[in-house]
DNA sequence: CTGATTATTGTCCCACTGGTCAATTGTTGA
DNA sequence: TCAACAATTGACCAGTGGGACAATAATCAG
C-alpha cells in the first residue's frame, strides 16, 4: 500500500521537466527524449512512470495548475472581506514568480491540445470552475447574483486574455498594467451593478 | 512581371487546405502530407509552392486573418458615428460565420507557435495593433485619448478571452453571450469615463 | 510547331519518434 | 546473505516526417 517516495519524486521531476520542454520546444517540438535529457534521465524511465506521451503531457499540465492554485490559495487565507476575497485572486493569478512569457508559452501549447485531449480538457474545466467559484465567493457579498456570474466570468475571461497577449506579445503587458486592466474593469462594473440583496453597502468597504 | 494566375489558385487552395488540418490535427498533427491530402494533390506539390512547413503555416496564419479583417472592413462602411464604429469592430470579430470552435482551435495552434516563429510573431502584431486602432477610431469620440487607449486594449484582450474559452470550451460562451459581455465592458467603462475634450456630449447619441 | 518554362507526381533518403524489451544495477526486508 | 523487487539503462524496431530530386505532363511564348 505505501507508495514508494521514489517514484513520486521521480514522477514530479518529469513533470516538471515535460513542462520545461514545452515551455523552450511548444508542444509541437516536444518529445519525450528532450523531456528525459532535460531530468537528466534516459528515455525508456520517463515511459516507466507514465504509461504514454500523452499521459506525461496531462501531467504537466496538472503540475502547473497546481503552482497556480497555490498562489492563490495562500492569498485567500488573509482575505476576509468580499473585496479582498476578489483582490486575492486576481493578484494570484499575476503572481510574478509564474507570470511569465515561457510559462505562458507552455500553457498555450497545452490548450492548443485541449480540443483533442480530453483529460486535458477535463483539467482546463476544473481550473476554469474553481477560478469561477473563487470570484463568486468574493462578488456574491458586493453584487446581486446574476451580476455576480457576468462579472466572474468576465474577469476569467480578462485574464486568461491577458495571459495571450503576454504570450504573443511579451513586452506589451506588465504585471502592473494587467492587474490595473482587471481592476478597473472589476471597478467599472461593480459602479453599474446593483447592491447585494442581503447586504448592506457599509460591509463593502469594511 | 506578371504572376502566374494558377499558381496564385493553388496557393490559396494549399493555404486554406493548410489551415483545415490545423482545425482537425493541430500544430502538432500537422503534416505535409496531411495538407496535399486535403486539397487533393500529392505532398510535392506543396513544397513546390512553399519553402518549406513553417513558410506554409505562416501563410495559413495570413489567410486566416484576411476573413476576419475583411468582416470587420464591411461592418465598418456602414459605420459613421463613433459608436458605431466600436460596434462594428465588436461584431465583427464575432461574426457568426468564423466565431467557431473549430476554427478557434487552429488559431489556437498558431498562437502556440508564435514564441517560437518570428514571422507568425510579426503577423500577430499586426493582427492586434490593426484592431487597436480600429477600436481607437470610435473610442477617441467618446473618451479622452488616456482612456481610449486602456480601453481599446481591454476590449482586445477581452475578445482574445472570449475566443480562447470558445476553444476550450465550446459551449460555455455563445455568440450573443459573448457579444453582450463585451457590450457590458464598453458601457461600464464608458459610464466612468471622461468625455473627449473637443467633442460634445450631443454628437455622441446622434 | 517548338523550345522553354511551369506544374505535378512518385520515389528515395535520412533523421527522428514513440514505444517495447531484455538486461543490469541498486535497494531492501527477512 | 540472498531473494525479490524497483529503478534505470541502452538497444532495438517499425512507422513517419520533412525535404530533395529526377522524371513526366501541361502550358505557353514566339
Not at 53 to 63: I, Q, T, Y
Request: charged share 25%; net charge positive; glycine share 6%.
Amino acid at each position: 500500500m505505501k507508495l514508494t517516495r521514489l517514484s513520486d519524486i521521480r514522477r514530479k521531476e518529469l513533470r516538471q521537466a515535460a513542462f520545461a520542454v514545452l515551455q523552450r520546444e511548444g508542444i509541437a517540438g516536444a518529445t519525450i527524449e528532450k523531456v528525459a535529457a532535460q531530468a537528466g534521465a534516459s528515455k525508456g524511465i520517463v515511459l516507466h512512470y507514465f504509461r504514454d506521451k500523452r499521459e506525461l503531457f496531462e501531467h504537466a499540465m496538472r503540475e502547473s495548475n497546481l503552482v497556480l492554485r497555490d498562489a492563490v490559495v495562500a492569498r485567500l487565507k488573509g482575505a476576509h472581506t468580499p473585496m479582498e476575497r476578489l483582490d486575492a485572486v486576481i493578484d494570484g493569478n499575476f503572481e510574478p514568480h509564474f507570470f511569465q512569457p515561457s510559462l505562458c508559452h507552455a500553457w498555450l501549447s497545452l490548450c492548443a491540445e485541449v480540443p483533442r485531449d480530453e483529460k486535458l480538457k477535463r483539467i482546463q474545466r476544473v481550473i476554469h470552475s474553481r477560478m469561477r467559484s473563487n470570484l463568486l465567493s468574493g462578488l456574491r457579498g458586493l453584487v446581486v447574483e446574476a451580476d455576480a456570474n457576468d462579472i466572474a466570468f468576465g474577469i476569467t475571461t480578462l485574464i486568461d486574455g491577458l495571459w495571450l497577449r503576454l504570450g504573443l506579445q511579451p513586452g506589451s503587458v506588465s504585471r502592473d498594467y494587467a492587474l490595473r486592466q482587471v481592476k478597473d474593469y472589476v471597478a467599472a462594473r461593480l459602479a453599474s451593478a446593483e447592491l447585494p440583496p442581503a447586504t448592506r453597502p457599509a460591509s463593502v468597504g469594511a
